[in-house]
């Protein structure tokens, strides 16, 4: 198997670092049958990268066999801001690439630096993905993936930008809504709920990002989110993280 090297991961504080190992910890609460997830936001710049890769990093390194697969193709940021290269300096396979059959789907997946963890990465931007999305390889490469990992995350565009997510949502069995706190409107949330909903998709919960835990916080928390009925769930994680992009 490939191997990519990741040159900038960075180090968590203390806190950012348990609210994320709750969250996984939260993740093993949703059953045995929960082990694709599809990690999402409603907009850009509500962290949902970020959070996503430093998740399967704390899976991985409790030992979990865990995939993440960046599916964002139009405007992936991990590949960039995380330094990520092919170990042996070799062109990058996606799973678009395997989506338009042009590679194996034992080619797209690479391990990494870090034990445990696996990734298929974007190797480039994709305009309209919509059709490599629909098609019924998609089914396959998550079906054999499924087969092979303990979890594995699908890291996706924001569902009020594209309709990408809602397409890689009916393949998962449950997706995560990244808030940004104090700045993602709550009615844009409750849409990305709906949204989620039509699909049958369970939303497994909310994880409330950029958050100030401190009282002044939580009472914002409860003002804002406390009287919604759109099942902020048994992912929940208040993370306050030092980074943030989509």
Request: glycine share 8%.
């Amino acid at each position: 198997m490939k191997e990519l090297k990741i040159h900038s991961m960075p180090e968590l504080p203390f806190a950012a670092a348990e609210a994320l190992n709750q969250l996984r910890i939260n993740l093993g609460f949703c059953g045995d049958g929960i082990r694709t997830v599809m990690m999402t936001s409603s907009v850009p710049n509500e962290g949902k990268s970020f959070l996503t890769i430093q998740l399967w990093r704390q899976m991985a390194l409790v030992g979990t066999p865990v995939l993440l697969i960046d599916c964002d193709f139009r405007n992936s940021e991990m590949r960039r801001k995380y330094g990520i290269r092919s170990a042996s300096q070799e062109k990058l396979l996606s799973a678009a690439h395997y989506l338009a059959g042009k590679a194996e789907i034992q080619d797209v997946i690479y391990k990494t630096n870090i034990p445990n963890a696996y990734m298929i990465p974007v190797a480039s931007t994709i305009a309209n993905p919509t059709i490599l999305l629909e098609s019924p390889q998609f089914a396959r490469m998550v079906e054999y993936c499924a087969q092979r990992f303990a979890y594995i995350l699908i890291d996706t565009p924001p569902l009020c930008s594209v309709a990408d997510g809602l397409n890689i949502a009916r393949h998962c069995d449950g997706s995560v809504l990244v808030v940004r706190s104090g700045s993602t409107p709550r009615k844009l949330v409750e849409h990305s709920a709906q949204l989620l909903k039509r699909t049958e998709t369970p939303l497994l919960g909310m994880v409330l990002n950029r958050a100030d835990t401190g009282s002044r916080a939580s009472a914002y928390y409860q003002r804002y989110y406390g009287s919604s009925d759109y099942g902020y769930g048994r992912g929940h994680s208040h993370n306050k993280s030092p980074n943030g992009g989509t």
